[in-house]
T-cell receptor, first 116, second 117 residues
Framework: EPEVTQTPSHQVTQMGQEVILRCVPISNHLYFYWYRQILGQKVEFLVSFYNNEISEKSEIFDDQFSVERPDGSNFTLKIRSTKLEDSAMYFC??????????????FGDGTRLSIL | GDSVTQMEGPVTLSEEAFLTINCTYTATGYPSLFWYVQYPGEGLQLLLKATKADDKGSNKGFEATYRKETTSFHLEKGSVQVSDSAVYFCALVRPNAGGTSYGKLTFGQGTILTVHP
């Protein structure tokens, strides 16, 4: 069964540094998402991406965050200048077109981001 | 805004016990409801879903019924196994105000289930 893959599985970065988290969604999916889960807290929506643009974003997704689909297969999340509070597990998800939002999103295993 | 509330955890059961994890939601319109499961070291996997009132989702012995009158989607299993030990997330999706849904998921806080032999 096709999977969403995320790299790296664990990223350790100094505060203030830029970080890029990478995701390869399922190949025929057209909707892409990033979520994050701070340790012990809820999984929170960050951003959705469709047709090469952001379709929705949360309050968390401020100017420090950006997403890109650089080459038709990868989907990246960039944090420009990391803060301690960005430490979390980041999940990428994708969804096909058929069936609309009722169709489930397929999640990767996550990238654990640790800011020092 | 939308919200999902799950019962407080963690939940610890013996093998073959009956499981209920409560989930209630607040949302305008008619959301679709999901249960996701996260096994240790893995990502979120869809367990089951229901898209309209009175629908019952089921998978791997788990069931949940979409109750619009009580805005609930409680997860049940008649006889749990050690392999069911995981974190369980209730979630919803609803169309946005314009009617075009991009599928943003709103999650509950997760319930840790531990099953002992």
């Amino acid at each position: 069964e096709p999977e969403v893959t995320q790299t790296p599985s664990h990223q350790v970065t100094q505060m203030g540094q830029e970080v890029i988290l990478r995701c390869v969604p399922i190949s025929n999916h057209l909707y892409f998402y990033w979520y994050r889960q701070i340790l012990g807290q809820k999984v929170e929506f960050l951003v959705s991406f469709y047709n090469n643009e952001i379709s929705e974003k949360s309050e968390i997704f401020d100017d420090q965050f950006s997403v890109e689909r650089p080459d038709g297969s990868n989907f990246t999340l960039k944090i420009r200048s990391t803060k301690l509070e960005d430490s979390a597990m980041y999940f990428c998800a994708s969804r096909g077109v058929r069936g609309g939002s009722n169709q489930p999103q397929h999640f990767g295993d996550g990238t654990r981001l640790s800011i020092l | 805004g939308d919200s999902v509330t799950q019962m407080e955890g963690p939940v610890t059961l013996s093998e073959e016990a009956f499981l209920t994890i409560n989930c209630t939601y607040t949302a305008t319109g008619y959301p679709s409801l999901f249960w996701y499961v996260q096994y240790p070291g893995e990502g979120l996997q869809l367990l089951l879903k229901a898209t309209k009132a009175d629908d019952k989702g089921s998978n791997k012995g788990f069931e949940a019924t979409y109750r619009k009158e009580t805005t609930s989607f409680h997860l049940e299993k008649g006889s749990v196994q050690v392999s069911d030990s995981a974190v369980y997330f209730c979630a919803l999706v609803r169309p946005n105000a314009g009617g075009t849904s991009y599928g943003k998921l709103t999650f509950g806080q997760g319930t840790i289930l531990t099953v002992h032999p």
